[in-house]
């Protein structure tokens, strides 16, 4: 299966991208997060596609997925 999303130290400084793009999976979701819509998102750059913006999507959910969390007990004081 192809890797929709990569990181590679060389392009934009080894953030995850869309492959075969410059897109950062950041920008996409600070442009959802700001209002636009999938669609619009789409228009300001003709190399993303639909399935692109998808994986993204899915690459920001299983990353904060995969995180940890330690409890901390209360401190008292």
Known sequence: ???????????????????GTRITVEEI??????????E???AAHPRLTPEGLRAA????????GAEVYYPVPDKVA
């Open 1 to 19: 299966m192809e890797a929709w999303v990569i990181r590679d130290p060389e392009v934009m400084l080894g953030k995850p991208v869309v492959a």
């Open 29 to 38: 979701l600070r442009r959802l997060a700001a209002g636009e819509t999938p």
């Open 40 to 42: 619009e998102v789409l």
């Open 57 to 64: 999507l899915l690459y920001a959910a299983e990353t904060l």
